[in-house]
Each structure stands twice: as C-alpha cells, then as structure tokens.
C-alpha cells in the first residue's frame, strides 16, 4: 500500500497542459519537450515535440514518471515506441515550487493574524 502512496504522489502535481520532458526509455539522457494530454493515477499521456524548425508531434502513452520503481523492474514496456517515462520540465517545478512557498508563507500569515 506504501508503494502505492508513493507512486501515486509521483503524479499529483501533473495536470493537462503541463509540460515534461519525455524519455524512450529510463536509461536514456536524450529527452524531448512534450505536453501533457491526459493524466491517470499512475501514468500519464503526451504529445512530445520532436525536432526544431520542422518539429512534429508524437503520442507517447502511459508513461511512467522517471522516480517510478516500474521502471526498474520493469524495462521490457519501453521496447514499444509508444511508452516512455517523463519527468516535469523545468518550468512546471518551478511552478510547483512556487506553489509550496506560497502555501507556506499563507500559513504563516495565517498565524500572524491569529496570534
């Protein structure tokens, strides 16, 4: 049940329309930008987009988040091209980051003015 939690946390902070950076597979380092087109409780879809000037798209599906244990134990799903593992971009843990220090500094609001 643990591991659960912990898998499940991994994805919390993902919504459509967000951003990642997706791998064919977690051994890899070579990762393309992608948007987020739908999000489950242990995998998520995108739309990576691959090349420069003349970029296309390509659907990844049910991909798993690089810290996601599966992806150890489990390599053999990242034969198919359609799988890949992702891990937030830059600019969505920034946002998540911001997010948490403003949580925090509303809680020390919060107690200023119930002081």
């Not at 967000?18 to 393309?32: A, F, G, N």
């Not at 390509?58 to 150890?72: E, I, L, M, N, Y």
């Not at 971009?89 to 911001?98: G, K």
């Amino acid at each position: 049940m643990r591991q659960d939690k912990e898998i499940t946390d991994l994805y919390k902070d993902l919504y459509v329309g967000c951003t990642v950076l997706i791998y064919d597979d977690p051994q890899t380092h070579l990762s393309e930008h992608a948007i987020v087109t739908r999000v489950n409780s242990d995998s998520i879809d995108c739309m990576a987009i691959i090349g420069g000037r003349t970029a296309s798209l390509r659907p990844f599906a049910d991909c798993w988040h690089k810290d996601d244990p599966r992806c150890k134990t489990k390599p053999a799903v990242f034969k198919s091209r359609i799988r890949g593992c992702f891990e937030l971009s830059e600019v969505e843990q920034s946002r998540v980051a911001v997010i948490e220090r403003l949580a925090a500094l509303e809680t020390l609001v919060a107690e200023i003015v119930n002081a």
